[in-house]
């Protein structure tokens, strides 16, 4: 069974900084793409960071220049570096593992942002 786990959430500080962490049971993480997710109170979930298996990355407008997603495939694990935290970054952040016959969601970990 697949599981996908998230950590490193909390209360910042605007302009303050938090990495989260995406742990991932998969055999095959070396190939998966792995996304960052988020959905604010009242809103959609939305795309915040994808990393690929070859490493390339696609980030969303709101998190350019200011958030960094990077992986650790010897330790199955996919993190999220947000600097420059904004209070309209508070959400819940999900992650996301996807493969060949594989979409895994994580039960997400709250980011609260004060400004």
């Known amino acids: 069974q697949v599981q996908v786990v998230e950590s490193g959430g909390g209360l910042v500080q605007a302009g303050g900084s938090l990495r989260l962490s995406c742990a991932a049971s998969?055999?095959?993480?070396?190939?998966?793409?792995i996304g960052w997710y988020r959905q604010a109170p009242g809103k959609q979930r939305e795309s915040v960071a994808i990393i690929g298996s070859g490493n390339t990355t696609n980030y969303a407008e709101s998190a350019l220049g200011r958030f960094t997603i990077s992986r650790d495939n010897a330790k199955n694990t996919v993190y999220l570096q947000m600097n420059s935290l904004k209070a309209e970054d508070t959400a819940v952040y999900y992650c996301?593992?996807?493969?060949?016959?594989?979409?895994?969601w994580g039960q997400g970990t709250q980011v609260t942002v004060s400004a």
């Open positions: 998969l055999r095959t993480f070396s190939v998966t793409t």
């Open positions: 996301n593992g996807r493969a060949p016959l594989i979409n895994a």
